[in-house]
């Protein structure tokens, strides 16, 4: 059997307050691409469908349009998981009656032990979960980890196994020694931190979401597909994909989705960034964050930037930002409301702030420490 591995899709999540849906359509329509051209026998989405609970209408279109694509459209049987993103009641309305088009989605944890069997293999989905959740299904209050948790969870799976078949786990989670980037928070891991592989070994495969980069698991035949797309600055070296799993041959095969726009990192003098010759380079549709080598303060930079890279989501010094006069960094902790005052003035124009400028600047400092009236 041959099956695609994607997850972490993240529909309608936004990049430093871009909107994505353009990028996110384009890639579900690659990705759609890439099944039919394989030919392959099943897709896994391993859970983060959605990027929050509540998503937005326009969120909830393009993930019902993705999915009937897929499944009724083109027949591709579908065996997905809710992710900690996902809200589990919202995702599974509707789910009673999917399996009628081999559409299997599971979001509730009391589920992880029923095995599908398709093509000679088992596949057996673990959404995200609580241990909460994982100790009233299990009746044991001692259960402390996740790493007890899934170990207990998958002994019930083994008990199902059937021999002849390929087994294949699909789960959310964070697995040791994994690494993981920026985009993933430690409050979005959440309680499942600290799965161990080791409990993992019993399957043929085991197709993960959760973390954003397809090498963050070391191991032969425990995967991250990865996000969809680039969600952070961490992310822009990182190529981002799909596996095609073939449990026959046992062979795992990573394929690219190159993005419509890219998310870049560029670097350098200030003046060297706003040369034609350098910004025409990149397309203006791109993300663009700015490492600055310059340490001196350069007026109306964020601006002057965006002139150029129209689509600038980060800038920052790359070597620090110092006083231009004495080189040092200041103590602006220790200055008066009005030095600190004559100091912005002097970093953002240029030059000092002229003495009725000043009083101004002293009439609005009274007026705050009075409460918000002159005397």
């Keep these: 059997m041959k099956f695609l591995h994607t997850a972490d899709w993240h529909v309608g999540r936004k990049l430093h307050g871009y909107d994505l849906s353009t990028e996110q359509a384009d890639a579900l329509r690659k990705l759609e691409k890439i099944a039919i051209d394989e030919k ?6 391993a859970g983060d469908i959605y990027d929050r609970g509540m998503p937005s209408e326009d969120s909830v279109r393009m993930v019902n349009g993705a999915l009937k694509k897929l499944n009724l459209e083109d027949g591709f049987p579908l065996l997905a998981i809710s992710g900690n993103h996902d809200s589990a009641e919202r995702l599974s309305t509707g789910s009673e009656w999917f399996e009628a088009t081999s559409f299997y989605l599971h979001t509730k944890i009391e589920r992880a032990a029923e095995p599908i069997e398709m093509s000679g293999v088992q596949f057996f989905l673990m959404p995200y979960f609580e241990i909460s959740a994982a100790k009233n299904f299990l009746g044991d209050e001692t259960l402390k980890t996740a790493n007890q948790c899934v170990r207990r969870i998958v002994s019930l799976m083994k008990e199902r196994f059937k021999a002849g078949f390929k087994h294949v786990l699909v789960g959310h989670f964070f697995a040791v020694g994994s690494l993981k980037s920026d985009s993933e928070t430690p409050s979005e891991v959440g309680g499942l931190e600290a799965v161990g592989i080791d409990e993992l070994e019993c399957f043929d495969y085991v197709a993960l979401g959760h973390l954003h980069q ?88 964020m601006n002057r930037l965006k002139k150029c890279y129209p689509r600038i989501i980060e800038l920052k010094r790359a070597n620090g930002r110092v006083n231009h006069e004495n080189n040092g960094v200041r103590n602006l902790e220790k200055l008066s409301e009005m030095d600190l005052f004559k100091t912005f003035y002097k970093d953002t124009i240029g030059e000092d702030p002229d003495e009725e400028q000043c009083k101004m600047m002293e009439l609005a400092l009274q007026a705050v420490r009075n409460g918000g009236e002159n005397q």
């Design 40 to 45: 392959v026998d099943a897709i896994v989405i």
């Design 214 to 301: 397809h090498r963050a698991s070391k191991s032969e035949k425990i995967k991250y597909s990865g996000s969809l797309l680039k969600y952070s600055v961490s992310e822009a070296s990182d190529q981002k994909g799909v596996y095609v799993v073939d449990t026959d041959s046992e062979t795992i095969a990573y394929k690219p989705l190159e993005p419509l726009n890219e998310v870049r990192v560029v670097k350098g003098l200030f003046e060297n960034l706003i040369k034609p010759e350098n910004y025409r380079q990149i397309p203006d549709d791109d993300y663009v964050a700015v490492e600055l080598e310059d340490r001196v303060p350069i007026i109306d930079v």
